[in-house]
């Protein structure tokens, strides 16, 4: 107890300090964009609330495309229209490379490729996965692979149907693509459809992984502070990797005993880690603690986005009939009598394809990207942006942009057939994965599940709302973080067709 007064004391010190700094700070800069007049030491930040993406969005009506505000001690200044976003992602990339990284994933961020900088290791690392994970090569020789995955969601689902059961739509989605990341780096599942428990944890420390890394906290506001981790939010993270460490402990080291035992080699893409490693020349440095981050990046991201974008798929699909008959009737047209849909179907399906755009626009994974951190000091659209500022491109706004999308609250995949845009970060008004040297390296492989994975849900069964979703409406409720889910699990009642 004697501790306290100290701490208390020592706090107040830090805040007034770093408040009087601020007021130094910011009363030298001028020219920065628009934005609200913050507040004595914590700036903006009770303007945030519990959705930021949402309000950040109704400032930018208020304040234009490109906004700043004073968080904390932090400037932070956020994009919310294309052409923002192309002068921070394209334009001037090299500026923003590198990510302004968040306190709460504490070491993690040393050796994950997510949160590098723009460094000889970050290059490394990229290249390894985009050569040897992620490319046309690698994918297509894979495609057997994800048709296996698919096809064990289908029985499963099948299963459900045929017991009157009602479908998670988010769990199967997420224990199917949790599995193709782990056959891809494992050659094996690390856990099944039909275990609920193995299943439902992973899940659970992988949402609340990226939750954690997406939520404000006063650690990234006050710096001056950090070290106190006031919200606990830096323990917390630390529990769950060490959690998912253990687990990828156990898969290197056993295939490292299989290897000086003289088993046959895998060839997968952990085969190919231990092999750089052991040569001990390659400039990624995949030492364990590197493994475990890239293994921990993977894993997360592959799973929890795709998953949240066939769920949101099927529950704006379900809300809106027509548009459910339209995809419907194209896969009966174009894939007719066959029992399984390859990927080079989906070639055929523009109005699929105009559904998963659809659902992009309106619940983007990542709503507001992952944070920029400025280098030195630019003008962007007649605006200065200092250096160390944080800049964030919410992709969110964006896709409810009434400049852009007409009736932008509305479901309308038909306003995608005669427009082209693609999702690889040259179209700015639809940028899911981010866009520049920073794009998402998982993109192609998540293209290619959602799409095949929604289809086939859709072909092989009839979909129909629950009663009680049918009388109440579905519970449209997000939760923020880095990716945005939805806060109630959507069930969905299948039945074979």
């Given at each position: 107890?004697?501790?306290?007064?100290?701490?208390?004391?020592?706090?107040?010190?830090?805040?007034?300090?770093?408040?009087?700094?601020?007021?130094?700070?910011?009363?030298?800069?001028?020219?920065?964009?628009?934005?609200?007049?913050?507040?004595?030491?914590?700036?903006?930040?009770?303007?945030?609330?519990?959705?930021?993406?949402?309000?950040?969005?109704?400032?930018?009506?208020?304040?234009?495309?490109?906004?700043?505000?004073?968080?904390?001690?932090?400037?932070?200044?956020?994009?919310?229209?294309?052409?923002?976003?192309?002068?921070?992602?394209?334009?001037?990339?090299?500026?923003?490379?590198?990510?302004?990284?968040?306190?709460?994933?504490?070491?993690?961020?040393?050796?994950?490729?997510?949160?590098?900088?723009?460094?000889?290791?970050?290059?490394?690392?990229?290249?390894?996965?985009?050569?040897?994970?992620?490319?046309?090569?690698?994918?297509?020789?894979?495609?057997?692979?994800?048709?296996?995955?698919?096809?064990?969601?289908?029985?499963?689902?099948?299963?459900?149907?045929?017991?009157?059961?009602?479908?998670?739509?988010?769990?199967?989605?997420?224990?199917?693509?949790?599995?193709?990341?782990?056959?891809?780096?494992?050659?094996?599942?690390?856990?099944?459809?039909?275990?609920?428990?193995?299943?439902?944890?992973?899940?659970?420390?992988?949402?609340?992984?990226?939750?954690?890394?997406?939520?404000?906290?006063?650690?990234?506001?006050?710096?001056?502070?950090?070290?106190?981790?006031?919200?606990?939010?830096?323990?917390?993270?630390?529990?769950?990797?060490?959690?998912?460490?253990?687990?990828?402990?156990?898969?290197?080291?056993?295939?490292?005993?299989?290897?000086?035992?003289?088993?046959?080699?895998?060839?997968?893409?952990?085969?190919?880690?231990?092999?750089?490693?052991?040569r001990d020349d390659t400039t990624a440095r995949l030492d364990r603690d590197t493994l475990r981050s890239m293994f921990t990046d993977l894993f997360s991201a592959g799973s929890d986005t795709s998953s949240s974008t066939v769920e949101w798929a099927m529950v704006e699909l379900l809300q809106n009939p027509s548009s459910m008959a339209k995809a419907c009737d194209e896969l009966e047209r174009v894939i007719g009598s066959k029992k399984t849909i390859e990927e080079s179907d989906i070639a055929l399906l523009p109005y699929l394809q105009a559904v998963i755009k659809e659902t992009f626009r309106l619940h983007p994974p990542a709503p507001l990207l992952l944070p920029r951190d400025t280098q030195v000091e630019i003008k962007i659209m007649g605006h200065t942006i200092p250096k160390g500022s944080r800049v964030f491109v919410n992709v969110w706004a964006m896709g409810r942009d009434k400049a852009v999308w007409s009736e932008p609250e509305k479901f309308m995949p038909e306003r995608f057939l005669g427009r082209s845009v693609e999702l690889r970060g040259g179209d700015f008004d639809l940028i899911p994965f981010g866009g520049g040297r920073r794009i998402c390296p998982g993109l192609p492989l998540a293209i290619r599940m959602v799409h095949l994975l929604l289809a086939s849900l859709l072909k092989q069964f009839k979909w129909k709302l629950p009663v009680d979703a049918e009388r109440n409406g579905v519970d449209m409720t997000e939760k923020f973080g880095l990716t945005l889910t939805k806060a109630v699990p959507f069930y969905a009642i299948a039945s074979s067709i």
């Open positions: 107890m004697g501790m306290l007064p100290v701490w208390v004391s020592w706090l107040i010190v830090s805040f007034l300090a770093v408040h009087l700094l601020n007021l130094h700070k910011h009363s030298r800069r001028r020219g920065l964009p628009p934005g609200p007049r913050p507040l004595p030491i914590i700036g903006s930040l009770h303007l945030l609330g519990k959705q930021p993406h949402r309000s950040l969005g109704r400032l930018t009506k208020t304040y234009g495309p490109l906004m700043s505000l004073r968080l904390g001690s932090v400037t932070t200044v956020v994009a919310s229209s294309p052409e923002a976003a192309r002068e921070i992602l394209q334009r001037h990339d090299a500026v923003f490379t590198n990510r302004s990284v968040p306190d709460a994933p504490g070491n993690h961020t040393k050796h994950s490729s997510v949160w590098l900088p723009n460094a000889p290791q970050w290059r490394a690392l990229r290249k390894l996965m985009s050569t040897e994970l992620f490319s046309p090569h690698r994918l297509d020789a894979l495609q057997h692979l994800r048709l296996a995955k698919v096809q064990e969601l289908i029985d499963h689902v099948g299963r459900l149907a045929r017991e009157g059961q009602a479908v998670n739509v988010g769990r199967v989605a997420f224990i199917t693509s949790l599995n193709l990341v782990s056959c891809t780096i494992f050659s094996r599942d690390l856990t099944s459809l039909d275990d609920d428990g193995t299943s439902r944890e992973f899940q659970e420390v992988v949402t609340a992984i990226m939750e954690a890394v997406g939520i404000p906290n006063i650690s990234d506001f006050f710096p001056a502070v950090a070290a106190a981790d006031l919200q606990g939010w830096r323990r917390r993270l630390a529990r769950l990797f060490a959690r998912l460490h253990n687990i990828f402990d156990q898969e290197i080291d056993q295939r490292q005993r299989d290897h000086q035992a003289g088993h046959p080699r895998k060839n997968d893409f952990l085969d190919l880690l231990l092999d750089a490693a052991a």
